[in-house]
């Protein structure tokens, strides 16, 4: 009996300073620099908005954010790299639509779950803007549905690889328009968008971050945006919608998610913090100005948000045709 009252009691002494331990390591949280995982290329709408983010969360909780770029195969290297990392909120997945519901879904062999992340929040809602080199003599989307239909030869149409947002939302758009195009993967959305710059592929449709200043410097011409409403900083630039394709909305999001078993109370002011800063007037100046839409949310609105935008975009998949590789 003294023996098993003596294992009751270590038992019980063991579980306190578990308690005591996971309660002073939120507490203290961060005390070193945090690692998080981009999965898209610097200079994408993902690093764009992320670097604005994170700079302000990193401030105010007096540890700098480390931005690792680690694009390629969907997003899924990323992925494999932030699930299998040590769950102490130490490593976080900045992911995207992308990396989070697409590439996951065609990529054949995957090493993680995708879907066994610990949800954080949404960062950003980011609308896919439909451009045009300026030497294309179109302006509208019917202009453009025109166009492509009375040139013999297909149209390049520059995506940034294969299952990405804006390959998925070519598919789309060109599908519900019309449009006499042919789908052109390149490495990532800088390079997407540069050959749509040079006249090689000289039309394309990507997040709005990733475009918005070659807009305002006359590289690019803005033909239509993807929301319910116009963009803000491009009020002259009708949706798609009103463009005459009804009910059509193309949009991403970026959102933060943590490896699975990352403490309740971590992920708590990682959030927390992320919503002081999102509320900042400065801070959501920044994120408008390069076409990004400041959004936070509750961790289960989130994982909601996953399973919807899962089977949403498995859909967009078979109607591209994308196989798993």
Not at 176 to 182: K, T
Not at 207 to 227: D, E, Q, T, W, Y
Request: hydrophobic letters at 45%; aromatic letters at 4%; charged letters at 15%.
């Amino acid at each position: 009996m003294k023996r098993a009252g003596f294992l009751v009691l270590a038992a019980c002494s063991m579980l306190a300073s578990v308690v005591v331990s996971t309660s002073v390591s939120a507490r203290d949280y961060p005390t070193r620099p945090i690692r998080l995982i981009i999965p898209q290329n610097p200079g994408s709408s993902n690093d764009t908005i992320s670097r604005i983010v994170y700079v302000k969360m990193g401030e105010m909780l007096g540890q700098q954010f480390v931005i690792d770029n680690r694009p390629g195969a969907g997003g899924t290297i990323a992925g494999e790299i932030a699930a299998l990392a040590t769950p102490d909120g130490y490593t976080l997945f900045g992911t995207a639509t992308s990396s989070a519901v697409i590439g996951p879904q065609v990529v054949k062999k995957l090493h993680y779950d995708p879907r066994g992340f610990a949800p954080i929040s949404l960062v950003a809602l980011t609308q896919n803007i439909l451009v045009v080199n300026p030497k294309l003599p179109v302006h509208t989307l019917k202009e453009l549905i025109d166009y492509t239909k009375a040139t013999p030869a297909k149209v390049n149409m520059a995506n940034a690889g294969l299952g990405t947002q804006s390959h998925l939302a070519g598919v789309l758009v060109a599908h519900a328009a019309g449009l006499n195009v042919v789908s052109v993967p390149y490495r990532g959305g800088g390079a997407s968008v540069g050959a749509t710059i040079a006249g090689e592929s000289p039309v394309t449709i990507t997040p709005a971050p990733a475009v918005f200043g070659h807009i305002k410097a006359g590289r690019l011409r803005a033909i239509a945006s993807g929301g319910e409403k116009r963009l803000p900083l491009l009020p002259e630039v009708p949706t798609l919608i009103e463009s005459g394709l009804k009910g059509f909305v193309t949009q991403g999001w970026i959102a933060v998610v943590a490896p699975k078993g990352t403490p309740g109370p971590v992920i708590n002011k990682i959030r927390e913090t992320l919503i002081k800063v999102e509320h900042d007037p400065a801070t959501a100046r920044a994120m408008e100005r390069v076409g990004g839409d400041p959004k936070t949310s509750t961790p289960a609105e989130l994982a909601a948000l996953f399973d919807a935008e899962w089977k949403n975009f498995g859909d967009a998949i078979k109607l591209a045709g994308l196989k798993a590789h």
